[in-house]
């Protein structure tokens, strides 16, 4: 949705005759710094976000989350599902002037193999893809062992290299801090701490972006990030549901217009099933720590009901959802009796339940940056306390959690996880993603593996939605990660940008979305 009188304020991207006017820049505000603008070694939001406008896909999602095309003029899938055929635009080139050919895409998928010699991210990506062969310069054949369903969407996910810039799988590229790309922006500078900058492509083959220039600025908080918001020092900035609760009439003087809509990222704690402690191996711990947890109160107490309760990963208002799937409701009674029939008791009366391995106790990992992460930490801790488990928060910096994710070098985790709006969660449950894919809690379940692969190869919608239906439930009853709610963004875009209406695509995950934003030329504020 968008926030009341929103609507109103925002214009259309065309102006009545002609193509709207260039110049000015998009300064975006985030408290995250970008990991790194490899593409190819890009995991987390920030880099991904970044990397979007400096490189391109054969495809993507438009606003209707309809497949267009992007560097593929054109595809097509043979009938029986076994061969894509992707017919390359000509004429595009790299920023430092290389043509780019179907010799980048092998090039692309060849590292994406090297830097993934265990084929688990290949797997989450391209399924049963069994090779890619290029018969000329401009078309690019992709061939499948079995038919995919999700295989036009990890196309859309895979961002085309250059082949002529090295990359090593086991060390540095000039990519990782200085990529060169075919997309919209071009790559001028990082100011580590402070911001990256990028120049409008004059020669992008989708048209020059309206902006001048867009700049990722680095602001250190919540805090600074929504005073830089209301001073207008940065264009577009994700505000905080206090500041959306404590201004339901936002001050006509306010430099920005205010957007309110649906995410496609969900909040989660991640359960480590491998920790040495065994505490987490039982379904009906991870259920009650789930039903300790005040989800409710917290949503509407810190995010003032802008957030929404959910079962599992898929957002039950999106394709695949199930809405009749019950969030499992807060109880801590119930969840005392379920740590009781776990044998997690407290054997020795001094008020903290143990296990036969030692204490139950464990440290809730989140992101220092993020005051939402403490808040769940902190409610998780009071309710642990009083139900006899010692469960202690502990903050870190992003750039230290992220290590730590990676290597699953934690007990529990607080995280966001984003799922495309075609939900596959072969990605983040599949037992061939533990260890070097997404499946960071350590889920194992041959029955989840047989209804996602089967999810997979199945190409009618109403079938695939019953084995969602399915993995859903089965998630539910396992409860591998505690599905804590879906964020609604709250955005402030600075009045002088014309930008499209906003639907459940959002501002960035659709195509060509920022590169049509513009600014009047009397309202422009910077210059080149």
Known sequence: MILAGARALILAVTLAAGQPPTGDWIVYGDNVEPATLNWLRATDRASRQVCRLIADSLIDFDQSFQFVPRLAESYSVAPDGLTITFRLRRGVTWHDGKPCTSKDVAHTVAVMQRLDPEGAALRATFGPMSGVTTPDDWTVVARYSEPFAGALVGWRETLIAPAHVPIDPNGASTLDRSPVGTGPFRFARWSPQQEIVLEANAAYFNGRPRADRYVHRIVPSIEALRAAAEAGEV??????????????????????????????????????????????????????????????????????????????????????????????????????????????????????????????????????????????????????????????????????????????????????????????????????????????????????????????????????????????????????????????????????????????????????????????????????
């Open 235 to 528: 264009d577009v900035a994700g505000l905080s549901t206090d500041w959306l609760a404590s201004h339901p009439n936002p001050s006509p003087s306010l430099p920005f217009r205010l957007l309110v809509y649906p995410t496609s990222y969900m909040e989660m704690i991640y359960w480590n099933l491998d920790d040495a402690s065994g505490l987490f191996k039982d379904p009906r711990v991870r259920r009650a720590l789930t039903m300790l947890l005040d989800r409710p109160g917290y949503i509407k107490s810190v995010h003032h009901d802008v957030y929404r309760p959910t079962a599992t990963l898929i957002d039950p208002a999106l394709w695949g959802g199930d809405p009749g799937l019950a969030p499992w409701p807060y109880d801590p009674n119930a969840a005392a009796r379920l740590l009781d029939e776990a044998g997690v008791k407290d054997r020795d009366g001094d008020g903290l339940r143990e296990t036969p391995a030692g204490p139950a106790s464990f440290t809730l990992l989140y992101a220092s940056v993020t005051p939402e992460a403490r808040e769940i930490a902190q409610i998780l801790e009071r309710a642990g306390a009083a139900a006899g488990l010692k469960i202690q928060p502990q903050g870190l910096e992003w750039s230290v959690l992220r290590t730590r994710l990676a290597a699953r070098q934690f007990q529990a985790v607080i995280h966001r996880r984003r799922l495309e709006p075609l939900p596959d969660p072969y990605a983040y449950f599949h037992s061939s993603q533990v260890g070097t894919g997404q499946n960071l809690g350590g889920y194992r379940s041959e029955r989840f593996d047989k209804l996602a692969e089967q999810f997979r190869a199945t190409f009618d919608a109403r079938a695939a939605a019953g084995l969602l239906a399915q993995m859903q439930s089965l998630l539910h009853e396992d409860e591998p990660c505690t599905f804590v709610a879906i964020p609604g963004a709250v955005v402030a875009v600075h009045k002088r940008l014309r930008i499209p209406d906003v639907t459940a695509s959002g501002l960035w995950n659709w195509y060509p979305s920022l590169l049509s934003w513009w600014v009047e030329p009397a309202e422009r504020k910077y210059t080149q």
